[in-house]
């Protein structure tokens, strides 16, 4: 197996873009190719993630972004795993790195919905649901979180103040992303106060539609050794999936695939949950960070709100969870939030991430899932 | 390097389905782990192929295939490159299986489109071109086969009746496969008093648009060895790409895409096209089939029409193509379309294709690409 490396990477701002789905996805695929220092013709193929291209009228994005970063006889695909389709895509990418098929890829996610409306964006979302039991019984997304939150609002010592300052953090390390969607100090007040979505989570407590693009370049270490650029090195990668309809499984506070996903990356690194200096997780709906955080064990079952509440997961904690601004703030356009996440750990492991670099941080985590985490994918990457 | 092997394949009824796409996604999963004589949690991934689940409500197919096999913890993805959407999926599957990373796996490839109508198959469908310089221009997939057939008529010896040539044969090839869609005997007379779809191609030189589910399961040989079972090898792998746009490449009468899939394949085997038996080819269009069989270099450039004419591509031919009936009599749902072809090539090289069993057959290849041929990949097994 080869050591696998990031090289590079980039990503258009979150938000509400106005071009293309291929131009920004070719965008951030030149940021990362030039943050690299590469040549486009140094790929071998291209790994794009992307959910909803026919909102924006391109499917088959792949070779529609090869081409017009004149490479068109590279091979590439698209990969989708609903909300957790970034991360997906980079796992594959991994596999085929690791096995020696290709030196260098292009890992490219984007997303670009916002243009067809809320209706449009919920009807559609809801298919990455189980929508026989889910999206025709009217359960769409925030119905769903919100079942998991009254869960754990109803058997652990958390209230609704607490998912509030998930919100609030997030916000806080927002400010400090010149690419986040949501940039906007907000109080727990502000939260408490606005309209409710689906009871206990009201609209502060859920990530915003966001169009964008995040890429990187993954390579074997002798490719990256023979560019004279800063890289990272993926030490642990794991995948797992979960009953796809949330009334399939056994507790609603806690999501097998994470768990599952966890346990394979930390034993690829050959790490513990306490070796991790700083996470990146899916914060869909702020009861999605406290969940994970635990599944990622960073905390004991039901001690999450716990750790919100004493700061420690704020970009000066102990565990810094989400310095990007997360979905919650930094966006969540859904092929790409993944890859966006990769990209946020490649700029904190290089020095490269401005106001919000944790200090000392050697080792962070990626955590992206997609629906309520049917399926998974966890990374685990160090600095050199 | 393991090597890699197809051990059991299923496949639905290709046609106007009335399941649901997750209903005919399990039921040709089922076939396939039954035909492998193994148990569902022997499967350790799922690589699910599919272009418009949003068709039928249902996104984020993995994991509800997998839940309804009731393997939920099991990792799956869906992998989508346009009507090349199932051989990329079995790449993939293929290059996670060499490398180690699972020791079975099941491949499963699906569409359910016909219920939405022609209107909403075509326009979605055009999606899948490079829709700025396409699709947006009105140039829908049978205009641009249709600009292929007239170059390819302008600069060879070739004539109507030839392409019409090739969906005879297909449509008698279909006639001896109980699950094509169109099993119906044609004349060259019927082609040619087709109605014209985009000049020169007729309704009868066109695929139809197909429900359908076809999956296999991939292992390593150990794997293989310790089920009592017939299996097949897969000894070369390749893919490739060209540009998006059929403006933007050099000649209107080769697909580059093919031709690099095609020298890598050769090459991961270490075999010549001369030294392959039969094979499965991306017919979407009549014309596709002629330009294929020339690019995968089973006929000189611009000599595909002589070898229809003279009978040597049908099923008792010395290059028999397309023997299930291809996309044109088969039929074409186009996320299954390409793992529909690894049924096929299994089904012949263990002896299970029936009546059109091509006598002793060793080495099969399959050929599948999206759009124009902006994506391919090429696969090539052989018996043990």
Redesign the interface.
């Known amino acids: ?1 080869e050591t696998v490396c990031v090289l590079g990477a980039g990503s258009t701002k979150y938000g509400k873009l106005n071009d ?1 789905i ?1 131009d920004i996805a070719v965008q951030s695929s030149i940021n990362a190719i030039e943050n690299a220092c590469i040549k486009p013709n140094e790929i071998e ?1 291209g790994y794009i993630s992307n ?4 909102a924006d ?4 994005l ?3 972004i ?2 017009n970063l004149g ?12 909300c957790g389709s970034g991360s ?1 895509s980079l796992r ?1 990418a991994f ?2 790195v ?4 290709y030196n260098a890829v292009l890992v490219t996610g984007v997303e670009k919905v916002t243009q067809t409306g809320t209706e449009w964006t919920t009807t ?1 979302f809801s ?6 039991y889910e ?2 019984a009217g359960a769409s997304f925030p119905g769903l979180f919100a079942s998991m939150a009254r869960a754990y609002l109803n058997e652990y010592d958390a209230t609704e103040e607490d998912f509030a300052a998930v919100a609030v953090k997030n916000h806080n390390n927002g400010l400090l992303n010149p690419k986040a969607h949501l940039r906007k100090k907000i109080t727990i007040e502000d939260v408490m106060e606005s309209p409710i979505v689906a009871s206990p989570l009201k609209l502060y407590d859920c990530c915003p539609f966001s169009d964008g693009a995040s890429s990187v370049i993954l390579c074997n270490e002798k490719f990256a050794k023979s560019h004279t650029k800063d890289y990272v090195k993926i030490i642990g990668s794991g ?7 949330l009334q ?1 499984r056994d507790h609603m506070t806690t999501i ?2 994470t768990k ?2 966890a346990q394979a990356a930390y034993k690829m690194a050959g790490i513990s949950p306490t070796d991790i200096d700083f996470a990146e997780v899916h914060d869909c709906f702020t009861i999605a960070e406290i969940v994970d955080s635990e599944d990622l064990g960073f905390f004991d079952k039901g001690k999450a709100a716990d750790a919100v509440r004493n700061q420690q997961t704020e970009l000066r904690g102990s565990i810094p969870i989400n310095p990007s601004g997360g979905l919650k703030s930094k966006g969540h356009p859904i092929g790409a939030t993944g890859v966006g996440q990769a990209v946020e750990v490649f700029d904190q492991l290089t020095g490269n991430a401005g106001e919000r670099t944790i200090k000392n941080a050697k080792i962070g985590l990626t955590h992206n899932f ?2 309520t985490g ?4 966890v990374h685990i990457f160090q600095n050199v």
């Open positions: 197996m293309s291929s193929a959910v909803f291209g026919i009228k391109q499917v088959h792949g070779p529609v090869m081409s490479i068109p006889d590279k091979p590439s695909l698209s990969i989708e795993s609903a997906v594959e596999a085929n690791a096995a020696g098929f559609y298919y990455c649901s189980d929508f026989f999206g025709q995948r797992g999936g979960s009953p796809a309809a399939g097998p695939s599952l996903a997609g629906a049917a399926s998974c994918a």
